[in-house]
């Protein structure tokens, strides 16, 4: 009773692998207890063959019940070769089948070059196809300077392309006077100016 109920719930007494027929790969077992029957194939597989000399298509048989399965066999692929003396594309083919794959090669750039005397933008070409590929250069910056009498802010400007780049005066750039206080009598705040710009600062007196 109890080893029924192991059938019910799939735990089976299973027998050994049979063959159903001489010329066939299905294998048949029974359960010895509820006779139940389990199938499966199983080939007998022979190595892998070409069928033809210019083909990288393998097939193998089955020694039992001469099913045949296909496959795709690796390449034997030649060098890469260029396919133009003005082109970066190449092109290797396989020594068997004759099938091609491409690929770009790598350029043969010469060195960067500016594109105008006034500009900062550099091109660079290969040698072999043409190909351009271009970036902005870091500019050739001259030294800060004052943009005016009147102020602490500074400009410079590149050498070659003549961009102009700005920046402000922090509070430590200034030309600061001495502190010096104002106001009400006795003071409680003091005063600094920038000699340069004018610019005016106040704080409280300690």
Not at 18 to 39: E, F, I, K, L, P
Not at 43 to 70: I, L
Not at 103 to 117: C, G, N
Request: charged share 25%.
């Amino acid at each position: 009773m109890f080893d029924r109920l192991k059938c019910k719930i799939g735990i089976h007494a299973w027998g050994p692998w049979q063959y159903s027929a001489a010329d066939s790969c299905v294998q048949t077992r029974v359960c010895q207890r509820c006779q139940t029957t389990g199938n499966q194939t199983e080939h007998v597989w022979g190595d892998w063959q070409y069928p033809a000399p210019d083909s990288c298509v393998q097939t193998r048989a089955c020694r039992r019940c001469q099913g045949t399965e296909q496959r795709q066999a690796a390449h034997p692929w030649g060098e890469w070769d260029y396919v133009a003396p003005d082109s970066c594309e190449q092109v290797r083919r396989c020594q068997r089948c004759g099938a091609q794959e491409t690929q770009v090669a790598t350029h043969v750039w010469d060195v960067w070059v500016y594109e105008a005397p006034t500009t900062c933008q550099q091109v660079r070409r290969c040698q072999r196809c043409g190909a351009q590929e271009r970036h902005l250069a870091e500019h050739i910056w001259d030294v800060w300077e004052y943009e005016g009498p009147t102020t602490c802010d500074q400009v410079r400007f590149c050498r070659h392309c003549g961009t102009r780049e700005q920046k402000q005066a922090s509070a430590t750039e200034h030309e600061w006077s001495d502190w010096t206080p104002v106001g009400t009598d006795p003071p409680t705040e003091e005063e600094r100016a920038c000699q340069r710009c004018h610019r005016r600062e106040t704080r409280l007196l300690a």
